[in-house]
C-alpha cells in the first residue's frame, strides 16, 4: 500500500509564502514523475507543476516565476514553495507520484488527500 501525505496549507495574506510536502510512504520501489495540482470551488482540477525524477520542472503559467517544485528522492518527497500569493491561488492542492512498486511493473498514479491553501487578507 503506497500513501501520501502532506503538510503546509493553511491561510496566508496576499504576498505572502508557503511551502508544501509531501512525503510517499509504504511499498515504493521508485517514483517516476512527481506532481502538484490544485482545485478551486467551480472548477476542474489543473496541473501546477510537474518534477521528473530526473529534476526536470515544468508549471503552470499562472504560477510560472512564483512557485517551485522540487524533490528529496531520498526521502520519497516533493515540495512546492510558493511566494508572492494571491487570491487567485486560494483551492485545495493535491500531490500524485507516479509510484513504482515492483520493478517488473509500471507506475501508477498516487494521490494525497489534499491541503487546503486559503490566501485572503
Known amino acids: 500500500q503506497v500513501q501520501l501525505v502532506e503538510s503546509g496549507g493553511g491561510l496566508v495574506q496576499p504576498g505572502g509564502s508557503l511551502r508544501l510536502s509531501c512525503a510517499a510512504s509504504?511499498?515504493?520501489?521508485?517514483?517516476?514523475?512527481m506532481s502538484w495540482y490544485r482545485q478551486a470551488p467551480g472548477r476542474q482540477r489543473e496541473l501546477v507543476a510537474a518534477?521528473?525524477?530526473?529534476?526536470?520542472?515544468n508549471y503552470a503559467d499562472s504560477v510560472k516565476g512564483r512557485f517551485t517544485i522540487s524533490r528529496d528522492n531520498a526521502k520519497n518527497t516533493v515540495y512546492l514553495q510558493m511566494n508572492s500569493l494571491k487570491p487567485e491561488d486560494t483551492a485545495v492542492y493535491y500531490c500524485?507520484?507516479?509510484?513504482?512498486?515492483?520493478?517488473?511493473?509500471?507506475?501508477?498514479?498516487?494521490w494525497g488527500q489534499g491541503t487546503q491553501v486559503t490566501v485572503s487578507s
Open positions: 500524485n507520484a507516479d509510484v513504482v512498486v515492483t520493478s517488473t511493473l509500471p507506475s501508477f498514479g498516487s
Open positions: 518534477i521528473t525524477s530526473g529534476g526536470s520542472t
Open positions: 509504504g511499498r515504493i520501489f521508485s517514483i517516476d514523475a
